[in-house]
């Protein structure tokens, strides 16, 4: 079985001897090679620039060969940015918009969903530079974007917030204004993704970095229902994961939102979660990424830990940590992460 058959079988809910393993934000500022490209060009650039995002995303494939999957390099705001909404980083971290939507006129004057295609071209580029190079070695290729919600959020901040306060103002105050945002960016998203299947990728992971600033009993309207939306827009058992920070209350609504796998934050016991949710969806996940700053011991107990613990139980298990890889993980504790998983059943 290539690692491509093995994500995709786990993505369709098929147990494995051994779960396939791609990590949140492989690529990135731990690898040495990342840092002397970007003391070369810009992130923005790489991003832009098809060939080194293809680079870019190669780079932990290249140092990990036991990975079973590659994640897109790029940035889930490259969605307000084609309906005219520009970002930047801030000189102290964060992000920032180059102004926050704050009328309904702001909304209204965002480009329609119809541009996204174009304007993202260099995206589908660089799946396709991708989907060449990963054919041959059996890789699995995934796409990604940020939740309508998510993108929202930055959208009516104008950058970074800890509590996103403007965002649930605006769903309090005006929830005509809101719902146009949000069918706006749902449309734009749909758009997007459609692009990154036709390119070449074979699953689609959503973000919802922020749904867990949203009150529990709002989580349907502010952000699921426009997943939901998403979902059955594409092609039918096409494999789309979801992840949504903090959100553990909603985990029995996500799973059944039309979503194929259910990736999962490290605050969660993770078999548990598994008897609990229906077989027919995969789990990914959950490793606590702060593991990867120890030392390779500690990482390959705690590994084995969590394999053992969903062992023999049903539906897919796609091996991950339970958010994005730090800049400050250590190559050593990386390879045996990965030592640890691809041994795992052998």
């Known amino acids: 079985m290539t690692s491509r058959e093995r994500f995709l079988a786990a993505c369709n809910a098929q147990p494995l001897t051994r779960p396939p393993l791609w990590v949140m934000r492989q690529a990135g500022r731990y690898l040495p090679e990342y840092r002397a490209l970007k003391e070369r060009t810009s992130f923005l650039e790489m991003v832009r620039t098809p060939e080194l995002a293809a680079e870019v995303t190669l780079q932990p494939l290249r140092r990990f060969p036991g990975l079973d ?54 995206v589908g580029a660089a799946l396709r530079l991708l989907k060449r190079e990963l054919a041959p070695g059996g890789k699995a290729l995934l796409g990604f974007g940020g939740s309508p919600w998510t993108l929202a959020a ?7 917030s800890d509590d996103f306060a403007r965002a649930k103002e605006l769903y309090y105050a005006d929830r005509g204004a809101f719902d146009a945002l949000l069918g706006k960016v749902t449309e734009a998203l749909v758009a997007y993704f459609k692009m990154q299947i036709d390119a070449g990728a074979d699953a689609i992971q959503i973000f919802d970095s922020w749904g867990g600033v949203v009150a529990a009993h709002d989580y349907e309207h502010v952000s699921l229902k426009w997943i939901r939306e998403i979902a059955a827009a594409l092609p039918r058992d096409f494999p789309v994961i979801l992840y949504a920070k903090g959100t553990a209350a909603q985990h029995g609504a996500q799973a059944k939102s039309g979503i194929r796998g259910l990736s999962v934050d490290w605050t969660m016991d993770l078999a548990a979660l598994r008897r609990g949710l229906p077989a027919n969806v995969a789990l990914q996940g959950n490793l606590d990424p702060v593991l990867m700053q120890t030392t390779p011991e500690i990482v390959r107990g ?24 730090t800049p400050q993980a250590k190559i050593e504790c990386m390879h045996a992460l990965v030592d640890t998983v691809t041994e795992f059943g052998a």
Do not use: K
């Not at 970002?87 to 996204?116: C, H, K, N, Q």
């Not at 897919?316 to 339970?322: D, E, S, V, Y």
């Open 69 to 122: 999957a590659a994640i897109l390099f790029s940035d889930i705001l490259v969605i307000p940015e084609a309906l005219g909404q520009a970002y930047a980083f801030r000189d102290g971290g964060g992000i920032t918009m180059e102004r926050r939507l704050a009328t309904r006129a702001d909304i209204d004057a965002l480009a329609p969903a119809s541009v996204v295609p174009e304007r993202l071209a260099y």
């Open 154 to 160: 930055y959208m009516i901040e104008g950058g970074s």
């Open 302 to 325: 705690e590994t084995l830990r969590l394999l053992h613990s969903m062992r023999g139980l049903p539906g897919g298990h796609i091996f991950n940590l339970g958010h994005g890889i």
